[in-house]
């Protein structure tokens, strides 16, 4: 069984689980185990709590015997560790609230535990989301199950090492400038960044508030689509949730018809910086679509070259703001000292981590007299512009397929001391949420035996549509089929 989770998809154990040939309690057991068994070598996971996800799985086994049906029952999920679960650390990945308990569950995850699904674990991740390569945390780097020497990407590194290392069929991810769509295109699974506002971000620790948005995780873009559908809606907890249509489409998630489908290729994705091998791994990719008879485009998106600059100074601005709520008087770590400012100045010292100082301190530059003009305002008037690229390009085309990193993974420790060659690592995943626009990453072929991602961008609430081109594109591929060797 442990076999048939690691190489296996979410839909075929659904499959089983409504067959009789698979038990929750069995599955969610083996799950456990295999955490148990590998994590000690990838570092992905914060916290478990076996007798409530047992306990769980019990209950959906009694639903699923009683004939009840739902692509989520009986599924064993991950979370990242900046979503609510009741009982369990929120630690965000960091000493100042590694030991906060949660008390009410995300509404994401909410629906979630309403469709059957069994949380098994929090999930590691960079410091409050901060970082792009999995090595941000208090709790130590998580490393990538393809090549233990290299990072798996970040921040959402533990959720996404969950899935490619057969942890669970499902997780969850935060995506606000790659999150879940930069370790996904490092670690070989397909993730989805939604239109913003189409998940509701209640219950989910705050980074950057225009910015953040929950990424579903699988191996594929049906299973993606399947935990995707139970969690969409309208929520009264997020002002900024909205409703997606088509969402009928996303149970048995029909792969697109590629027929006449325009691709447009940004030559600004594809110029210098980009590593030969990645750009022929995404050219062949986007030939898998141009044979079935979809027509490729060039176009122009001119302002990308401000999105590393614009999304950065948004960022750290807003990351300013959310973090001064964790300040030692509240909730989270305290450290005491003879003073209310001493008190949280050393909190604050020795709670966060270096990588969540300096961007608080950038954004508290961005933000002061004298500076805002001349960094937010004009960061805000880019995004506007950056987003009327976009619109611009979508008249002439349906999707954007693009690389969803310029290099496939690199070596633990390569860019930590060089904060701006980790942001470059970005430079492909950050247009999307300044313009707040639905995209993912899916398997798209490997180079050295390491994975690369292939990156498709569709216009705003095309979230249905971008999994279906994707389920196209794995019908007829099987880079997604393929699992790290120690799994095997």
Known sequence: ???????????????????????????????????????????????????????????????????????????????????????????????????????????????????????????????????????????????????????????????????????????????????????????????????????????????????????????????????????????ALDSTSIDLPGTERLVGLKPASLKGLRIGLPKEYFGEGLDPAVRSIVENAVGVFEREGASIIDISLPHTSYAIDTYYLICTSEVSSNMSRFDGVRYGARKPADSLADMMAETREQGFGEEVKRRILLGAFCLSKGYYDAFYLKALKARTLITKDFLEAFEKVDLIATPVSPDVAFPIGEKTLNPLAMYLADAYTVTTPLAALPCLSMPGGFTNGLPVGVQLIGPALSDVNLLEAAHAFQQLTDYHLQTPPNLN
């Open 1 to 235: 069984m442990a076999a048939t989770l690691g190489t296996g998809s979410l839909e075929s154990i659904c499959e089983g689980l409504r067959s009789g040939d698979l038990s929750s309690e069995a599955l969610t057991q083996v799950c456990l185990d295999t955490i148990q068994n590998q994590d000690p070598f990838l570092n992905a996971i914060t916290s478990t709590n076996p007798g409530s996800s047992l306990g769980l799985a019990r209950a959906a086994d009694i639903r699923l015997k009683k004939g009840e049906r739902g692509v989520m029952l009986g599924i064993p999920v991950v979370l990242k560790d900046n979503f609510h679960w009741t009982g369990l650390p929120v630690s965000n990945g960091s000493k100042i609230t590694r030991s906060y308990i949660a008390h009410y569950d995300a509404t994401v995850v909410k629906r979630l535990l309403e469709a059957g699904a069994i949380p098994i674990a929090k999930a590691n991740m960079d410091e409050f989301a901060m970082g792009s390569s999995g090595e941000y945390s208090a709790f130590g780097p998580t490393r990538n199950p393809w090549d233990l020497s290299r990072v798996p990407g970040g921040s959402s590194s533990g959720s996404i090492v969950s899935v490619a290392a057969g942890y669970a069929p499902f997780a969850l991810g935060s995506d606000t400038g790659g999150s879940v769509r930069l370790p996904a295109g490092f670690c070989n699974v397909t993730a989805l960044r939604p239109t913003y506002g189409v998940l509701s971000r209640y219950g989910i620790t705050a980074m950057a508030s225009s910015l953040d948005q929950v990424g579903p995780v699988a191996r594929t873009a049906s299973g993606v689509a399947a935990g995707f559908s139970v969690m969409t809606g309208r929520d």
